[in-house]
């Protein structure tokens, strides 16, 4: 299968209408420093805020308690440690299907690049990183279409490299404003990275996140690349389709996957064609922080959410971490001593679950909790000399079949 997958690429990449030597992108394969640096991106006010370095699986929400609850139901994270340097006015897109089962409008969306741009605050200034990202409903690989238009997004000024940073990656959350989601319903979907940071047709300094080829979100294994010059309808140029190994051995000689990062939060509980409810309350999950950023936010790695009477899994980025479920949240106590970040949870535990990063819950079969709001947390545990890291949080609403 791998000799076909590079076979295939050869034929693409040396057919007669498209010869490699027309795409210096194949040349464009960065490694990038990790770890990566969380960003929230505020869209309603432009604000991009930096929130630390711990590592790729974390999650924060910042401002999402002005949406109504938001599942974080299509997600591909998984970075294969390099990036593909976008040329000024063209666009990478990639493909996917997305089934979230719920209202189909996202309240929030990630994406994730890497920047040889000098960052605002470095010394001497510099501009910062540059893309825009657009969302699609529906497309057709190969050239076929990117699809209908759902969200077009351009980021200027985002953090970049610092020091003595070459090539950092970033991972952003974009928080959209309250009140104006963007509708995308489940089906195909496209997604496309295009760069702006120069005269078109000049290479760009910033380029997206290549990520692991993930079956399990419907990935589609080629990417299509688009000349949006003279004008914003452009053309499709050519389209790229690599093999996949585990771990990516460095390019050229590796084969990168084709897929870009993406995660889309949606409003409303997690509920898909598997695990549809015929009666009873759908589950909510959505983020909590306090006052001041914690680490590594409690992830929703379950597809139904906290349900009454059945086991409820979540995760923290740890080698050794632990989960409680408590009554309602907490703005933001600091604890001190042994304990890094705020605590967000009240008094009263519900369950409690110590494991190596991934937990699984029980919910009680106490009908009583039904449309419970109640709160998560977890902390990553460090003996010698003993140290808890709190992390974000979760309000949930317990919900039952």
Known sequence: ?????????????????????????????????????????????????????????????????????????????????????????WEFIDYARKDCGTSGLIGKFGFAYATMARDVNDVPPGPGASLGIRLYQGGSPFCGSAGTLAGD?????????????????????????????????????????????GPQGTPGQTGPLLTEFSVNTGWMNVFDIYNRTPNSVGTCVVSFFFGCSSPVPPPPSGSPCAGFWLQLWEQGSKASAATARTCGTNPNVFAHVGSDADGDSVADAGPAGPVIGETWISTVAAPLSLVSIFSAPLSGAPLGGIFGGSFLCGTRRLATDVDLGTHRVPIPADLTLLGAALTAQGATLALGPIQVGLTNALDIVLGAR
């Open 153 to 197: 997004f351009l980021f200027a000024g985002l953090p970049a490299a610092l020091g003595t940073q070459v090539n950092p990656g970033f991972m952003v959350t974009a928080t959209l404003p309250a009140g104006s989601p963007v509708s995308l319903a489940d089906g195909p979907i496209s997604w496309g990275y295009s760069g702006n940071e």
């Open 1 to 89: 299968m791998r000799t076909r997958r590079l076979a295939l690429l050869v034929l693409i990449l040396t057919a007669p209408l498209h010869p490699a030597a027309q795409f210096p992108h194949l040349k464009e394969f960065r490694p990038v420093e990790g770890p990566l640096t969380r960003v929230h991106y505020d869209l309603a006010t432009g604000v991009a805020t930096r929130l630390g370095q711990r590592g790729v699986q974390a999650v924060d929400a910042v401002g999402v308690g002005l949406q109504r609850a938001l599942a974080n139901c299509f997600s591909n994270t998984l970075t294969t440690g390099y990036s593909l340097g976008l040329t000024n006015g």
